[in-house]
């Protein structure tokens, strides 16, 4: 299979799982099941859940890896609705789609992030065939990568703080980390711990997480520099119009690029213990860097 | 001990170990922080936690309990920031209080509500001196309750949706049960999960949550008629200026005084099996029903 036919099978399993978990559309309370689907089948990339699902087949037995894929999924997809709403970013446009409160409303775009959320840990806590022990390092890994200490919500707040204030390399440094960083982190930390991977695995898999992690982030803002809305699905050059701390405004669009290099070749070296069984890994790392949206 | 100084001493107990769960208001990102501390040490009264860790004394040995006592005063709190909210019931006032977002902002409210979310299921995911098995349990107790399906999330649906409706019975059954049942429910039977209780104490006490937590609900909405917004802390009349589906919308004041002294009743009698282990139970209960705010 090659790496375009496997990523189109491995979005097919996401999309399938989470389509499992979220109750229907039809169940009460509608709206709110309507409006969780809405964002979480928008055409998103899943390169959380299938960062974790590469990860966990290179380090053992991974049945059922694509429920704890998908609790990934559900935490990113909340803190896209909720960092859209008018009182965070404020942004209409999202994967080419109106936003989830632009459709819905303001009440109910918090309350399907809110239900997302939620669910994410639900999902944990009801894996098949998933030891106890394995379920309750998985909450903690989810837990602590979303949250306020070093996690997803710090970066939030780093970034909406950040605003207006002078760029420097250290308040880049923390927001990357923690906003995107912490999750894509435990995205392939996830994969590794739900198959069951030993110490130097864990480790191994965790380097790779973090290059990868800051050369998605670092692309991240090339693109909102470079790319049009069209292409990028999303609002472009916010981050400027915003004052955002960003790697190209802290560094430069040429020294980013190189950057990103960087990072990419790193995580490459990262993989080396696993040999040609990481052939996923290495192949998502290159998407990352070479995406164009 | 006599039942006003069991209360300010178990009070005191949810306060300290929330102290210690949430990172103190000094640690980066401060601002988060100090936004989760404000509304956690409100003056809340601590129905929920102090639920949880009667009925583990109830079923076993608790241990630790107040730490799972916490966690569910996590999501009570994140439930009311985010209900605050303009975008959702638009309150300036709360537990005699400026709302999280008066006094924080919107942005740092809703990520403040998300961060308790988030942490209440680290809490459990990192309790110390219980199995791993009783944690997946508390988690999947908790975030169901918390939930889309018949949980505090699908109960906020239905009272947003039900505003301008005409008030049924059916409606309003629906509403309670999840808005604020679930979560009450959920406090008794963490208790009892986290002290191991028997299937048989479970359902007694099971019973006496949902008992008690109607109760709590219909005494709630009496209140919101009943009471000056000084005495309540929060702003009165706000149900019937928003047409929200109330019991006293519903059945008049007269039959919600009498419907709370039926679930009095049920709930005392849940506890039959229990004995005089159940006093504090019993005095909660009564508690719940008797209070004017």
């Known amino acids: 299979m090659n790496f375009s036919e496997y990523l189109a099978e491995q979005t097919r399993i996401v999309d399938e799982t989470l389509d499992r978990w979220v109750p229907s559309a039809s169940a009460p309370p ?33 049945a059922g890896v694509e429920n704890t894929a998908c609790s990934l999924e559900m935490i990113h997809t909340y ?9 965070l970013d404020n942004d209409d446009l999202r994967r080419g789609r109106a936003t989830n409160h632009k459709v819905f409303g303001g009440a ?14 639900e999902v944990l ?8 022990g394995k379920k309750v390092k998985l909450a903690h ?23 207006g204030q002078i760029p420097t390399a250290d308040l880049l440094d923390r927001i990357h980390r923690a906003k995107t960083g ?3 982190r435990a995205s392939v930390r996830m994969g590794a711990i739900h198959a069951g991977a030993e110490e130097a ?41 915003q004052n955002k701390i960003t790697f190209p405004a802290v560094y430069g669009l040429d020294r980013s690029y190189r950057m990103a290099e960087q990072e990419r070749c ?11 069984r990481a052939r996923r890994l290495h192949e998502i790392a290159d998407l990352i860097v070479d995406r164009k949206a």
Do not use: N, W
């Not at 806590?125 to 106890?132: H, I, K, N, Y």
């Not at 837990?143 to 703080?161: C, K, N, P, R």
């Not at 790193?266 to 040609?276: D, M, R």
């Open 30 to 62: 509608q709206t709110i099941h309507k409006a969780m689907r809405y964002s979480l089948f928008a055409g998103g990339k899943r390169i959380r859940p299938v960062l974790c699902m590469a990860a966990s087949a290179v380090a053992g037995a991974a």
């Open 79 to 87: 803190s896209l609705i909720h960092d859209d709403l008018p009182a």
């Open 108 to 121: 109910m775009a918090i309350l399907a992030g809110d239900a997302l959320l939620t669910l994410a840990f």
């Open 125 to 132: 806590s009801r894996l098949e065939c998933v030891d106890a």
């Open 141 to 163: 890994e989810l837990s602590s990568a979303a949250g306020t200490v070093g996690g997803m919500i710090a970066g939030q707040v780093h970034d909406l703080e950040g605003e």
């Open 182 to 184: 912490a999750l894509l």
């Open 201 to 241: 695995q864990l480790e191994a898999l965790t380097r790779y997480g973090e290059h990868t992690g800051l050369a998605f982030q670092i692309v991240d803002d090339i693109l909102d520099v470079e790319q049009p809305s069209e292409q990028l699905g999303k609002t472009a050059g916010k981050d400027a119009q």
């Open 266 to 276: 790193e995580a490459h070296a990262a993989l080396g213990p696993f040999g040609e």
